[in-house]
């Protein structure tokens, strides 16, 4: 019987692979001033073997285990007017992101919750994010919707609620650009609350 040695177990592919690099997170939460809104910034601090945004989506998208109710109630796609076509399939577009995003980048991407009117249909709901979305980040930035309603998968869970997710770099006809780092900021944040206030009073759905 051959000998094992540590080379023969390198040149095996029985080594174990690193792990991945996980987006720290920096959380606005939601307080007294502001219940149905809170937004986080997601950046890496190392450049090698980053997880990437797809993990981020896989983990809204499918948010349960359940085969039948573990998914999101509803997602949706937003981009700038001039950007590339098959960027609007949300696999393709996290994925053409984390493939082309240099590795002294740390920006990745800023998150918005919004919690949905209880008293309200969550599909008007969701449409006033939308109009929100498509109005403050979607004219620079690629924008990622995924509504969590609790009840269609037969749970209580805590309210229903709609994840913005907003890719750090803006997209324009010739693919992503540098990330901003006004978006990825405490002016960002102060810039999406405001008009967020501004335009959930003034949207009205429509006939």
């Not at 008007?124 to 939308?130: A, S």
Request: hydrophobic share 40%; net charge negative.
């Amino acid at each position: 019987m051959a000998q094992v040695t540590s080379q023969t177990a390198l040149n095996c592919g029985c080594e174990e692979e690193a792990p991945l690099n996980k987006m720290s997170v920096f959380v606005h939460g939601m307080c007294d001033a502001h219940p149905d809104f809170a937004f986080s910034r997601h950046w890496y601090k190392q450049q090698e073997n980053r997880e990437g945004v797809r993990s981020w989506l896989g983990k809204k998208l499918f948010p349960g285990a359940d085969p039948r109710f573990g998914y999101a109630a509803k997602y949706d796609v937003l981009l700038p007017l001039t950007a590339p076509g098959d960027l609007v399939r949300v696999g393709t577009l996290v994925d053409r992101f984390d493939d082309t995003l240099p590795p002294y980048e740390q920006h990745a991407m800023i998150q918005v919750k919004i919690m949905l009117d209880p008293d309200e249909a969550w599909h008007v709901g969701f449409e006033r994010v939308r109009s929100y979305a498509r109005a403050h980040f979607a004219p620079r930035f690629a924008t990622i919707l995924i509504a969590h309603i609790p009840a269609t998968g037969g749970l209580k869970g805590q309210g229903n609620h709609v994840h913005c997710g907003v890719l750090s770099r803006e997209l324009n006809i010739n693919g992503f650009g540098g990330a901003c780092t006004t978006l990825c900021s405490d002016q960002g944040y102060e810039a999406a609350l405001a008009a967020w206030r501004e335009h959930k009073e003034q949207w009205e759905p429509s006939a």
